[in-house]
């Protein structure tokens, strides 16, 4: 958090941009190659869960008054153990606190991925997805974002290309796939789904 306000302190970024937030899916994310011409401030770190996006919301999100906050969180808090309710909670609580300071910000909740490292957790954090999917459907200022489907090969089984070898990381070929699904809720001012 202090290099981040260290950041801030130096080169102050303007109000009403795009921040990322979430675990190392974030911080490896080149949003500079993939999102040329949009102005996005990443403020993920390793091994983050949910429930630090929410503690730390004062820090890492508010303070830049975003038009669009996306989110990739949860999959360390499935595999910490946490039920997929305490999850979805943490993410109401993190969605209720954001519009409480900026009623007109949207978010993107990315949902969790399945990866090979993780297979044993899949069903918990695809339950806790459909619950995050149902939120959204509530909120015009929510989009749920899949990528569980786009994912997956013939098999049923997630694509390997598209992690690193440790069967968690997102390779390359990963992070093109999620840009390009990303990609149009950038840049769209109305309702926001993409399943």
């Not at 990443?42 to 983050?48: A, D, I, P, Y």
């Not at 969180?73 to 309710?85: F, H, I, L, R, W």
């Not at 993410?91 to 044993?120: C, D, N, Y």
């Not at 440790?166 to 993409?194: E, K, M």
């Amino acid at each position: 958090m202090a290099a981040f306000e260290a950041m801030d302190r130096k080169s102050p970024p303007a109000k009403g941009q795009i921040v990322f937030v979430g675990s190392s899916t974030v911080v490896d994310w080149d949003v500079a190659k993939y999102f040329p011409g949009l102005t996005i401030i990443k403020r993920g770190f390793w091994g983050s869960s949910l429930a630090d996006s929410v503690r730390l919301l004062e820090r890492i999100v508010l303070p830049y008054e975003p038009r669009l906050v996306v989110v990739y969180a949860g999959d360390n808090d499935v595999d910490g153990g946490q039920t997929p309710e305490d999850v979805t909670a943490h993410f109401e609580r993190f969605v209720r606190r954001v519009h409480a300071r900026l009623p007109q910000t949207r978010i993107v909740f990315i949902g969790i991925k399945p990866s090979p490292a993780r297979w044993l957790t899949v069903d918990r954090a695809r339950d806790t997805n459909e619950r995050i999917r149902t939120l959204a459907g509530t909120d015009d200022r929510i989009a749920y974002l899949d990528v569980d489907g786009p994912m997956l090969g013939w098999d049923d089984k997630p694509r390997k290309e598209l992690f690193l070898e440790d069967g968690l990381h997102l390779s390359s070929q990963g992070y093109h796939l999620w840009s390009t699904l990303l990609q149009p809720l950038l840049t769209l001012t109305g309702r926001t789904t993409a399943d």
